[in-house]
């Protein structure tokens, strides 16, 4: 080999060394830029077991954030895992890309305030994004797509006494396009689990869209085989009495546009039985509650009764109103003390709340 080639040889190995530590170089800069954004975005009041960085993924286990003072669980977030895979070559950029962030077994605590209105999630997380917020500097980040695994949502409905629990167990499913911080982009929402009762496994699937900021949605939710004494408090009213055995199922279909609620849906009461209770039955003083409930149930022990929902999402009352031909039933039933307008506006607002649930602030 000659003088010349031995030189340019030596040259092309020089450069080829400094491409690579500067690749290195960046790629770490790239990493301390990432974890500065995680431990920003998680907030004080949170804590990570573990942080590791890839090749191509970000992987957090062992998250915690802590929930605030009157919150009735201990936690607002816990998860084991979540995994992150960011577009290394955009990090340091004002925009960052996120293929796909996945979370695995987490738990997530949500509260309905007393007052009513919509359903609150991590308190102290969202309110240190308003701050950064108001004092960011325009950065942004774009999530693809976030997936979730065998996670469990538990709703605290403070409207009722004694902070009623609604729990739903193996979430799955996935929400698409977000934008960070601004939440202003329109989600794709696909999520389903389970509502588990003494008596019957039921289920819950929502599908749609919703924009965070705005307070804009369309959103279909079905529920399946759930059992009806999971929800006592919000069906009856009056009476002294309660609920024996029978599930409900319900389908629902909501635009929400600045806050107004649009839905309309149908829910279905199979095999109703109440409890034998003393006193009188509204109206009904002189009827037995069985023969008042099987007046209404078709051959296969089911009550149908289709409804709109309509008003403000944070007003504790917006209205539920039954179509015409179904009025009767519906007196009939609130004759028993029995009546579903609570039922339906507790899952509204529960399904309301999925979204931002597992939305990253």
């Keep these: 080999m000659s ?14 060394l400094m491409l ?8 770490q800069i790239a990493v301390r830029s990432l974890r500065a954004e995680v431990i920003n975005a998680l907030g004080p009041d949170s804590e990570i077991a573990d942080l590791r960085v890839g090749l191509t993924s970000v992987v957090i286990t062992g998250i915690l954030i802590k929930a605030p003072r009157g919150w009735p669980a201990d936690a607002s977030l816990r998860a084991e895992r979540i995994t992150l895979m960011p577009d290394l070559r955009e990090l340091l950029s004002r925009r960052i890309y996120v293929n796909t962030v996945t979370i ?7 509260v309905r305030p007393k007052q009513g209105g919509g359903v609150k999630v991590l308190p102290t ?3 240190g994004r308003k701050k950064r917020q108001a004092q960011e500097s325009g950065r942004t980040a774009q999530i693809a797509t976030v997936e979730l695994s065998n996670c469990v949502i538990e ?9 009623k629990k609604v729990r739903i167990d193996g979430v799955h499913g996935t929400l698409k396009d977000l934008t960070l911080p601004h939440l202003d982009s329109r989600t794709a929402l696909d ?8 008596a019957h496994q039921g289920t819950i699937a929502v599908t749609g869209w919703i924009n965070i900021a705005a ?4 959103l279909e939710t079905r529920v399946r ?7 006592e408090p919000y069906i009856m009213q009056k009476a002294k009495t309660g609920i024996d055995k029978g599930v409900f199922n319900l389908d629902l279909k909501a635009s929400v546009r600045r806050n107004a609620v649009d839905a309309s849906g149908q829910l279905t009461l199979v095999g109703l039985k109440l409890k034998s209770g003393e006193g009188p039955l509204g109206g009904f003083t002189n009827l037995p509650k069985r023969a008042v409930l099987g007046a209404l149930a078709d051959k296969n022990d089911s009550v149908t009764i289709h409804f709109d929902l309509n008003g403000d999402l944070d007003n504790p009352a917006f209205s539920l109103s039954e179509k015409l031909g179904l009025k009767t039933a519906t007196a009939l039933l609130k004759g028993l003390g029995v009546g579903f307008e609570g039922l339906v506006r507790a899952f509204f607002v529960l399904v309301s709340g999925l979204g931002s649930a597992f939305t990253p602030a």
């Design 215 to 218: 307070k804009n949605s369309d």
């Design 3 to 16: 003088v010349k080639s031995r030189k340019w040889l030596l040259i092309s190995g020089t450069l080829l």
């Design 191 to 198: 999520l389903s689990g389970q509502i588990k009762g003494p």
């Design 225 to 231: 085989n759930v059992d009806l004494g999971l929800f």
């Design 125 to 127: 997380l969202l309110e």
């Design 155 to 163: 709703l605290f409905d403070s409207t009722l006494a004694g902070h």
């Design 20 to 27: 690579i530590i500067g690749a290195v170089l960046a790629f």
């Design 104 to 110: 695995e077994n987490a738990y997530l605590s949500a």
